[in-house]
Each structure stands twice: as structure tokens, then as C-alpha cells.
């Protein structure tokens, strides 16, 4: 199972949107609604700020917003902080019922 | 609120098992709702999904075809804990080694993670 394609490195300016996209196949992330998003500061485990592909968990931030178009998958950090530094994965559920990931993005807030 | 608290060696040596410990506090290992999972991380293979158990009924297993026939995730019903095994490591297997809870689509919380070194 390959891993799912995101952008090395994105950045924006404070107060600006960023949107990271995730690329998989008809066998992961055009197959079910599960893609979910994660958040990991350096150091730190990562945390879920996205699941099912658009869903926010209780006491995440509306700045982020989850979507999906056939086989890719995106997330839109709204209002960009200097806290969103960090490196941000997405992942999948595939038809192996098995789980798979991003490469990782860094987002940088300049 | 779940909390995970992995414990285990950091340093093992290859051709040997590596064996990782996740202590559950807030939930069940049994839990009808929830899998219990391992997903590793490292420079070269970035998260990588190891594997999961979860009762049903009965228990299952799930584990990612890149590791399957080293790996063996064990549920421990007494301690509520759930524990990864995979054998014949090699220092490929060197990474950061996090438990985590699923629900359908997601996982958290997560473990606080252990670096595992593989070398001699």
C-alpha cells in the first residue's frame, strides 16, 4: 500500500488560508468517507483535528475544514496562526481494511 | 478522559523481538466500540499503520501487509493493556512506536510514543 500524497511544505501569512491536499486511489480515499487529518508538533504525538472526511472534533477549531473530491482529499486551515506551525498527515482507510497515511506536510506561517 | 501510557525497552538488538506495552486508563480493551492499534513513525517510512485488535464477540486482527507474519498485536484483558511483538527486527525497524485508540474513521488519543533503536 503506497502512501497517500501530500505537499512537502506549504506556507502562508498570518490571517491568510492554506489548503493541503491528499492524493490517494479508488482503493482508499475515493472508497469510504475516512480520511481523517492530524496535527503533530515537533516532540509531540499527533492529534485528530479531522475525520470522516469533513467532521471537526469537539474542541477543535473551526478554522479547519476537511473536503473531498473523488480521490483527493483537502484541509483548509482558515485564518492561519502561529500556532498552526506544525506538520500536518492525512490518512485513509482502504478496501484491505487496513489504514494508510500522508507523507506529511510542514506548514509554515512567515 | 482515555489516557495511553506506553512502556518498553528503547534499544533492542536486531535479529531480536521488539516488545511495546500500551496501558489503558478511561476505556476498555474489550470495548465493543473501540480497536486498539500500533502506528509507528520514522524519517524514511514517515506514520506507518502497524496493525490492530478489537473484540467483537471475539477477538480480531488486522495488520499491515509490510510487516504481517513479524508482527503480533496482544490483547491483555487483566492489566487493560494491549502489547506489539515484531521479531527478526533489523535497524529498518528503528522508529517511533505509538499505541492509539480507534473509532470508526479516526484514532485518539494516542500514546506519548517510545523511540525504538535498533542496533547492535
Known amino acids: 500500500q503506497s502512501a497517500l500524497t501530500q505537499p512537502a511544505a506549504v506556507s502562508g501569512a498570518p490571517g491568510q488560508s492554506i489548503t493541503i491536499s491528499c492524493t490517494g486511489t479508488?482503493?482508499?480515499?475515493?472508497?469510504?468517507?475516512?480520511v481523517s487529518w492530524y496535527r503533530q508538533h515537533p516532540g509531540k504525538a499527533p492529534n485528530v483535528i479531522i475525520y470522516?472526511?469533513?467532521k471537526r472534533p469537539s474542541g477543535v477549531s473551526d478554522r479547519f475544514s476537511g473536503s473531498k473530491s473523488g480521490n483527493t482529499a483537502s484541509l483548509t486551515i482558515s485564518g492561519l496562526q502561529a500556532e498552526d506551525e506544525a506538520d500536518y498527515f492525512c490518512?485513509?482507510?482502504?478496501?484491505?481494511?487496513?489504514?494508510?497515511f500522508g507523507g506529511g506536510t510542514k506548514v509554515t506561517v512567515l | 478522559q482515555v489516557q495511553l501510557q506506553q512502556s518498553g525497552p528503547g534499544l533492542v538488538k536486531p535479529s531480536q523481538t521488539l516488545s511495546l506495552t500500551c496501558a489503558i486508563s478511561?476505556?476498555?480493551?474489550?470495548?465493543?466500540?473501540?480497536?486498539w492499534n500500533w502506528i509507528r513513525q520514522s524519517p524514511s517510512r514517515g506514520l506507518e499503520w502497524l496493525g490492530r485488535?478489537?473484540?467483537?464477540?471475539?477477538?480480531?486482527?488486522d495488520y499491515a501487509r509490510s510487516v504481517k507474519g513479524r508482527v503480533a498485536i496482544i490483547p491483555d484483558t487483566s492489566k487493560n493493556q494491549f502489547s506489539l511483538q515484531l521479531t527478526s527486527v533489523t535497524p529498518e525497524d528503528t522508529a517511533v512506536y505509538y499505541c492509539?485508540?480507534?473509532?470508526?474513521?479516526?484514532?485518539?488519543?494516542w500514546g506519548q510514543g517510545s523511540l525504538v533503536t535498533v542496533s547492535s
Open positions: 492509539s485508540r480507534g473509532a470508526v474513521g479516526w484514532f485518539d488519543p
Open positions: 478511561g476505556d476498555s480493551v474489550s470495548s465493543d466500540r473501540h480497536a
Open positions: 485488535t478489537y473484540y467483537r464477540s471475539k477477538w480480531f486482527y
Open positions: 479508488s482503493s482508499d480515499v475515493g472508497s469510504y468517507n475516512l
Open positions: 470522516e472526511d469533513i
Open positions: 490518512c485513509s482507510h482502504t478496501r484491505s481494511d487496513t489504514w494508510v
